[in-house]
């Protein structure tokens, strides 16, 4: 299964992209890991046009047979066991493609919200959009560690 994490913009801070590189090189041992950077749409007057312009690029890049999981502060909230089962679910139907999409400042344009298959937040915290990426990234090398029961997880 690949998975892939899609966000709006680049990663600025070195710090947080170490981290991402940390867990990205991780990851290569227990899937095809792949982060994907959305180029930044131009800045509109209106968040809902600017909402509807980067949904579009997200969209234009889906094909039917991916499960899009949009990071969402309004969606399931998972502890790391339970998310790694989800996980483990994914594989075991044989999902080709997952794509975790981080949306951009303002949040999903509606269109994209509607696409998703499932929406997950990591907390009912707000984290820079940066932030989020180190931190999925390492929930998700977690939880391939609880799943082949390796001594990541509370070591």
């Not at 994490?5 to 867990?23: A, H, M, N, R, V």
């Not at 131009?42 to 909402?51: G, M, T, V």
């Not at 303002?106 to 907390?123: C, F, P, T």
Request: charged letters at 25%.
């Amino acid at each position: 299964m690949q998975v892939q994490l899609w966000c709006i913009g680049k990663t600025s801070e070195k710090y947080l992209q170490q981290g991402i590189d940390i867990y990205t090189k991780r990851l290569s041992h227990y899937c095809k890991f792949k982060m994907e950077i959305i180029k930044d749409v131009k800045p509109q007057k209106d968040p809902e046009a600017l909402k509807l312009l980067e949904a579009e690029q997200i969209m234009k890049n889906l094909v039917p047979t991916d499960y899009l999981m949009l990071l969402d502060e309004k969606g399931k909230e998972y502890s790391s066991e339970d998310f790694a089962a989800a996980l483990g679910q994914m594989q075991l139907r044989s999902i080709k493609r997952v794509v975790f999409v981080v949306a951009g400042a303002y949040g999903a344009h509606e269109s994209l919200i509607k696409r998703a298959d499932q929406k997950l937040s990591l907390s009912q915290m707000t984290f820079s959009h940066q932030m989020i990426r180190l931190f999925f990234t390492e929930q998700l090398y977690r939880a391939y560690t609880i799943l082949r029961n390796e001594k990541y997880h509370n070591s």
